[in-house]
Every structure is written in C-alpha cells, then in structure tokens.
C-alpha cells in the first residue's frame, strides 16, 4: 500500500499538473490503463515541496546524510536543488565544499531528494521525464531503495555514466558483499539531448524497465523484490577510476540533472 502520497490536502504550485512546459514527455495509456495516480511532482513552484521530498540521505552504506560513499564524488546541497520553469534542477557543481555530515573536503557538490518517510509503496509503475547532463565523470540517476532502511534491493530505473555515454537499469539483490545484480546498458549520447521518459513496472516477480514507453529490459522470478520502496534523483559525480573516472577539465559545471515530473502509479 501507498503511504504519505503528498497528493491531497491545500493546494500549492508546484501540486499543478495543469503546468505545460512542452517537452514532450506523455506517460504511456497502455502502461497506465486501469491504475491510480499514487504520488506526482510536476515541480510548478518556486521551492522543493517538503511534504514530498527530502534532502537528506537515509540509506545503509551512506557516509552522511550529504555524502554516499567513496564511489561518489561529490557532497550533497540544498542550494544545489533548483525549481525553475517548471522543471527540477538538480546541480552538479566543481566548487570544492567543506561537509559536515561527514565532516570532509569535497571537490564536487550535487543535488539529492528522497522520497523517505514521505512516499513509499510496493509494486507499480514509477516514471520520469528527464534530460541527462553531458560530460565526463556525471552520474546522475532515478533509483528506488527499500523504506524499511535495507540494501540491497535497489531498483535503477535510470542511472546515467556520462563518462562512458552509458545508461544502466536494473536491480541489486542478494547480501552484502554477495551481491547479485541484474544489469541493462544502451550507450550513446541520446539521454543528454533531449526530453525522455525512463520508467520500471513492478509487479510480483516481474520487472520491466521502459524508455518512452518502449520495453528495454526485464528481471523476473524471485529476485524481484516484495518491500515498499521510496524514490530517489541525484546528480552524483563519479569517483573510482573504472567506467572511465570521475570529471576533468573537460567536464562543464555547473551542470544540471533535469526533471520535468515525477508519477508513480499503481
């Protein structure tokens, strides 16, 4: 069942789906037929709705609540989360920042919002539409983790290496260290030039991952997980020098991970 949906109560801008910000982007009516809107963001207001989303971290195998782990990059800002014509801006940023959850000197800064605590369900049909940044060493993604605080599972709907013009989807699970993960890449620089939709349907053991409306790739069996789960978008900067290493000089900042809405539906 869906908890804290965020979709009653007085109204506010950014609850306005009415906003027409024309890039494009339509949900599936084959995919949608028959469910109900559980939760949605169209991001029409001047400010993050803070009965919806967070900005800090709650996660196992998190370092802070700003910061995810060495894999990352980059130190997790308020000011890093921007709304602006109808649409999230999550920045990347190369100003080194001083952290204090964890205390640290970072050389990148992102933006983070979670779902946790506010909207969670298990199973449905969960999409974005979203242009990707370009550049070496970005890593942003739209990924589901457990509201019960385990890891794994996590679903990666859309989590893009801009270092290796990557995009992965699919699902970790397993135990830690003995992770298993069910992996989907398409390559090419189509993510960061223009408006798409990246979207998972979660059912009882099936998962099927869509990019405008079209199936890309799918998990079933066992491994498909039954716990509720909430959303997260970030604009990470990648670290580890494999899947071609964290920015350099020819990486632009800042730069901005950008959502036009959020929907889930079950």
Not at 189 to 206: F, I, K, M, Q
Request: proline share 8%.
């Amino acid at each position: 069942m869906a908890a804290a949906l965020g979709v009653s109560g007085p109204a506010r801008a950014d609850d306005d789906a009415s906003v027409d910000t024309n890039r494009g982007c339509r949900p599936n009516p084959d995919i949608t037929a028959g469910m109900r809107p559980t939760f949605r963001d169209e991001f029409g207001g001047r400010s993050l709705n803070e009965a919806k989303w967070s900005t800090v971290m709650d996660f196992p195998g998190r370092a802070g609540g700003h910061y995810h782990n060495t894999s990352y990059g980059s130190y997790a800002l308020d000011e890093n989360v921007v709304l602006k014509r109808g649409q999230l801006n999550l920045i990347a940023n190369d100003e080194p920042v001083t952290g204090t959850d964890p205390v640290g000197e970072f050389d990148y800064s992102e933006g983070f919002i979670s779902s946790h605590d506010k909207f969670f369900q298990r199973y449905g049909y969960w999409e974005i539409c979203a242009k990707f940044p370009a550049g070496k060493g970005l890593w942003p993604a739209f990924w589901l983790v457990p509201q019960d605080r385990s890891w794994p599972p996590e679903i990666d709907v859309a989590e893009w290496f801009g270092s290796i013009e990557g995009m992965h989807s699919g699902l970790a699970t397993g135990n830690w260290p003995d992770v298993r993960w069910d992996s989907h890449w398409s390559y090419g620089d189509t993510p960061t030039t223009g408006w798409h939709t990246y979207s998972v349907l979660w059912e009882p053991d099936r998962l099927v991952f869509f990019t405008d409306g079209s199936p890309t790739y799918e998990v079933t069996g066992e491994v498909v997980p039954d716990k509720e789960m909430y959303v997260i978008l970030n604009s990470g900067t990648w670290a580890p020098d494999h899947r071609g290493g964290p920015p350099d000089e020819t990486t632009i900042f800042p730069n901005a991970f950008e959502v036009d809405y959020v929907r889930v539906y079950q």
